[in-house]
């Protein structure tokens, strides 16, 4: 039961979360909230705008508006109810293949995780709100505190390490980065830990800089364990829109990408570029995040998020 609260209780916060863009899309389809209409041009004008302005892609636009469009001529869309059910099902369709478990396997230990993004995505509060869920699947964890040139972030991941009662690995600020996670996979190993979860530099400045350091701690870190890192995690802002993608792009150059993570969508009316992320980098999202809670990492499921970003219709 009380998992099921949980669950519930998630449910809730990512519809909450996505109201914003949930807002500005059924701003743009009001044809299709007010009953049922005949289908015209304008009202697929209008829902092509409506969704361009959430950020759900060109791409995504064009494959989901052709096949709305072609199923109205073929006579299988009557009305603007029935329209909005077939977009509600096109978009989950969209998202489905990209919705994947986060898994940790047991026989790779320590199984290392890398962390990446730039600053002010939420990766640090990210980093411990994954430690803190992976802890109470009951596995042994440990905390890399690689973020060695931002102000405070080594702080910041000690304390999420005291709250969730997780050892942290850390230096000096200014420290080496690879250093410091190469020290933390010894110390994991030394003492049999299952994960561990590495923090790493994300400045916006020199940025080429900052690519070729995350691709030594890759390498520095592969010289004691060839397979590692087991994952590597991109930590993106919701908000940032169409930049997620040039993001991406960047850091899987970098240290070649294995999942995301889309935080701060309760901030944003832009959460439609999970669809542009995913139908052009290929990469699966582990998890949304809906607030600043140790509760709020939310495991992606394209089913909620499609119900969270477009409701059904309810008959009266």
Known sequence: MAAEEKSGGLWRRLKAGLARTREQ?????????LGAKAIDAEVLDELEMALLSTDVGMETVQSVMEELTSRVKRKELND????HQ?????????????????????????FVVFVVGVNGAGKTTTIGKLA???KSQGLNVMLAA????????????????TRNEIPVIAQ????DSASVIFDAVQAATARGADVVIADT????QAKQNLMEELAKIRRVVARMLPDAPHETLLVMDGGVGQNALSQVREFDNAVPLTG????????TAKAGVLFAVTQASGKPIYFVGVGESVDDLEPFTADKFVDALLPALTTA
């Open 25 to 33: 899309l059924s701003t743009g389809i009001g044809n299709l909230l």
């Open 80 to 83: 603007t109810i029935a329209l």
């Open 86 to 110: 077939a977009l509600r099902e096109l978009l989950r369709q969209r998202l489905l293949p990209f919705e994947r478990p986060f898994e940790v396997d047991r026989s790779r230990k320590p």
């Open 132 to 134: 803190g869920l992976l």
């Open 146 to 161: 690689g973020d060695t040139f931002r102000a405070a972030a080594v702080e910041q991941l000690q304390a999420w390490g």
């Open 172 to 175: 000096a600020q200014g420290a």
């Open 201 to 204: 530099a994300g400045r916006l």
């Open 260 to 267: 995301l993570v889309v935080t701060k969508l309760d901030g």
